[in-house]
């Protein structure tokens, strides 16, 4: 009997956290699953632990070192399911987790799953942590199961979609965009992505303003990546491409300033570290922008 949810893992060096993600995809009940971890090149001791799980719902693909979306690619290739659901390998699941997405594939045939994601406590109460947590968990935040989250909603660390609507990712090199851009013609095709509001799980990635930093500076590099795809108007203004929007962002979010702000942190403390947070991401993106617009 085929699996009702191919479960797809991409993975890269982080061993300790895809156990645990691997044995509660295996836990769940009532849901039948195939979950498919692929290994993009790991070198630490990721295959000793895979090694450890003795279930046949289990398969391991591996590759050489490739990226998000190629590794994705290479599992959605072997998905047997009616339904694929794409995980990153630090989105922990609670129990009901694939209860949950087949309930709201059930009502809405068309509908792409977004997991309610957020970030436990447990990963520390420090500025930035709580300023990472408000953001993250603001798209999902209040609202009610099946809501639609509109055409930027579509969130590829946990979520899921009929196979038969399923599409590759572009093969998009450096951090950003291969979501949006796999999401934007989802949308066209008149997918949309709604919250599976019982799917919880917790996103145990420990993030540091200074990652986050450099994770925002290549998702302004990579927009442009994106936008060659799909020279449409709005992914131009979306990405923030646009002569238009560049030039105000160069205005509103100085590269020069953040830097500062990065050298003496000091401001942490304060009230205002959180717009402060704002604006060196803001900032970093911006740096982001107009490095690719020269690359």
Request: charged share 20%.
């Amino acid at each position: 009997m085929e699996p009702t949810f191919s479960v797809v893992i991409p993975t890269y060096n982080r061993a300790e956290l895809l156990a645990r993600t691997v044995q509660a995809f295996l836990a769940q009940e009532g849901v039948a699953l195939e979950l498919i971890v692929v290994d993009d090149g790991s070198s630490d001791a990721t295959p000793e632990v895979l090694a450890g799980f003795h279930d046949r719902r289990l398969r391991v693909l591996r590759q050489p070192n490739a990226g998000m979306a190629f590794a994705r690619n290479a599992g959605l290739l072997q998905a047997r399911g009616q339904y694929v659901l794409f995980n990153d390998d630090d989105v922990v699941p609670e129990a009901g987790f694939l209860q949950a997405h087949l309930s709201l594939h059930r009502r809405y045939p068309r509908a792409a799953g977004v997991s309610y994601t957020y970030i436990p406590e447990s990963l520390g109460q420090d500025s930035f942590i709580r300023f990472w947590r408000a953001r993250a968990e603001s798209g999902v935040r209040g609202r009610a199961d099946g809501a639609s989250l509109g055409w930027g909603g579509f969130w590829f660390a946990s979520l899921s979609l009929p196979l038969e609507l399923a599409e590759a990712f572009a093969p998009i090199r450096g951090y950003g965009w291969e979501d949006h851009e796999l999401g934007w013609r989802l949308w066209r095709k008149g997918v949309r992505p709604r919250l599976a509001l019982g799917a919880r799980a917790a996103h145990e990635d420990r993030v540091s303003l200074d990652v986050m930093v450099a994770k925002s500076r290549s998702l302004g590099r990579m927009a442009w990546q994106f936008y060659r795809l799909h020279p449409h108007p709005l992914v131009a203004f979306w990405t923030g491409v646009h002569p238009l929007s560049r030039a105000y962002k160069r205005w509103a979010y100085p590269w020069a300033r953040a830097e500062r702000l990065l050298q003496v942190r000091d401001w942490e403390a304060g009230a205002g570290a959180f717009a402060a947070y704002r604006f060196v991401l803001e900032a970093a993106y911006t740096q982001g922008l107009l490095e690719g617009a020269t690359a």
